[in-house]
Structures are given as C-alpha cells and as structure tokens.
C-alpha cells in the first residue's frame, strides 16, 4: 500500500467541491445474474434509460426482471419517497438494472453521505468508541469520493463487497454510526488539496 502523508488533513467538500456529499455514488451490487426483485415502499417512477419512456408504479408495486440471454431493456426504478427493496433488502436512492450480455447488472445510485452510512456497521463496529466511528466515517467518504471523481461517468464507481468497501444499503446502517456520520459530515482526507484515495483494511496480515 502506498504511504500518504497527509498535509491538511481535513476538506470539507461542502465548500471545496461544490457541495460533494449531495453527490450520487453509483454502486455495483449484482453482476452477470439471471433475475431480480425490486419494490418501493411508495409511489415510483420506472424509467428506460436508453428510452424517455416512463411509468408510474403505485405504492409497493413488485417489479421481477429475468434476464433473457441477449441485452435488452435497461431502466431505473425511482421512487419518490422512501426506500426501494432489492431482492429483499432495503436501500436508499434509486436502482439501476442494466441487461448486459452477460447477464443482469444491478447498480444502486445513492448520496453520498447516504452510501456511507450503509457502509459504517458493517465496517467498524457500532460499539467501538465514537471517535473511532467518526475515523471509519471519514476514511470510508474520502475512500468513496476518490473512487467517483476518477471517473464520474463510470457504469459505476463502487463494488459492495470488499473490492471496494462493504455495502449493505439500510441494512448497514446503525443509530450510533449514523452520529458519527453527521458529526463528519463533508469531511475528507486530502494531500496538497485533492482526495486521496484512503485505502484501509481489518486485517492486514501483522504487516
């Protein structure tokens, strides 16, 4: 791993970039799989993205897509208000399914204050002490930034799994994370004023 030394070390990006914890992060949470399950808790919007074509879904209205073995129609599901359930599991934002040749891509776009938030308990223990948390909120945002401001356009800029960091939506959140979230909030690591990219591991082999 390289070795940063950190000169600033805080940024917040509500000022230096342009408000950057609205920004949306695009996550990856399924790749190459045959079917999905997707619904939203209130009133959405399915919109084909290659297409202006939208419809509007009532309130829990259950969307099954099943891959066909040829690319196809990609859409969005936005909901309004509320969360969307992904095969089960409840995330913020709105979800992506792209129908690649290879399968189902699933993508989920969420804030980025929102996405760290789904990051934090399944990263660092909520019991662990506050200002450790606050540390893993800073680490896991900067980590999360760098990683979109290479490539903003990317299909997307974060894996769920320990490719990137660990990611499970509303499920990875927690009442005493989400404080150090807030007490955080818009505070990155920087060296000579640009992100870095805040690499960091729970096991790293006694090294």
């Known amino acids: 791993m390289r070795r940063w030394f950190i000169s600033g070390i805080l940024l917040l990006v509500t000022s230096g970039l342009c408000r ?3 920004w949306p992060v695009r996550v990856l949470l399924k790749e190459g799989v045959a079917a999905i399950h997707l619904q939203a ?3 959405s919007r399915l919109e084909e993205i290659e297409r202006p074509v939208v419809q509007v879904l009532p309130p829990g209205k259950a969307v099954q897509v099943a891959w066909d073995g040829r690319p196809g129609t990609s859409f969005r599901l936005k909901p309004d208000a509320g969360l969307v359930w992904i095969d089960g599991r409840p995330y913020r934002g709105s979800v992506e399914v792209w129908n690649t040749s290879e399968g189902l891509r699933v993508v989920n776009e969420v804030p980025l204050e929102e996405y760290v938030r789904g990051v934090m308990k399944v990263e ?3 019991e662990w ?3 450790v948390l606050r540390a893993q909120a800073v680490v896991a945002r900067t980590y999360a930034l760098y990683e979109r401001l290479v490539d903003p356009g990317a299909p997307y800029h974060l894996h769920a799994t320990t490719a990137s960091q660990l990611y499970r939506g ?5 009442p005493r994370s989400d404080l150090a979230v807030q007490a955080t ?6 060296y000579r004023g640009q992100v870095i990219p805040a690499f960091y ?3 790293s082999g006694g090294q």
């Open 124 to 126: 660092a223990n909520p």
């Open 41 to 43: 808790e209130g009133l």
């Open 129 to 131: 002490p506050l200002e």
């Open 185 to 190: 909030r818009g505070e990155v690591l920087t």
């Open 20 to 22: 950057a914890e609205q």
């Open 170 to 174: 509303v499920s990875g959140e927690d």
């Open 201 to 203: 591991h729970a096991d």
